[in-house]
């Protein structure tokens, strides 16, 4: 499996961003898939959740700002980041949980005070 991950960018505080991040192989639609984040000097941490039929889970403190989503059809899953602040800033790596754990890629995501 490869994750392609896009979407991140420099971004003031206030804004948004949708991350996406595509899939190849066939276990896509019933595979649980995340975005997990590191910012500087921290350990990487659980930003969201999905299951192949769209139960959702999220970090602490993280839901109400950010919406994970999926399109099967695409292989797809989404990140959208809303109301964005400085401490959101890092490295955001979309992963499959399962039925393998596999991390992709990594998206820069910066927001500026």
């Known amino acids: 499996v490869q994750l392609q991950a896009s979407g991140g960018g420099l971004v003031e505080t206030g804004g948004s961003l949708r991350l996406s991040c595509v899939a190849s192989?066939?276990?896509?639609?019933?595979?649980?898939m995340a975005w997990y984040r590191q910012a500087p000097g921290k350990q990487r941490e659980l930003v969201a959740a999905?299951?192949?039929?769209?139960?959702?889970d999220y970090g602490d403190s993280l839901k109400g700002r950010f919406t994970i989503s999926r399109d099967n059809a695409k292989n797809t899953i989404f990140l959208q980041m809303d109301n964005l602040r400085p401490e959101d800033t890092g490295v955001y790596y979309c992963a499959q949980r399962t039925p393998i754990f596999q991390w992709g890629q990594g998206t820069q995501v910066t927001v500026s005070s």
């Open positions: 192989g066939s276990t896509f639609s019933t595979s649980i």
């Open positions: 999905i299951t192949g039929t769209g139960f959702t």
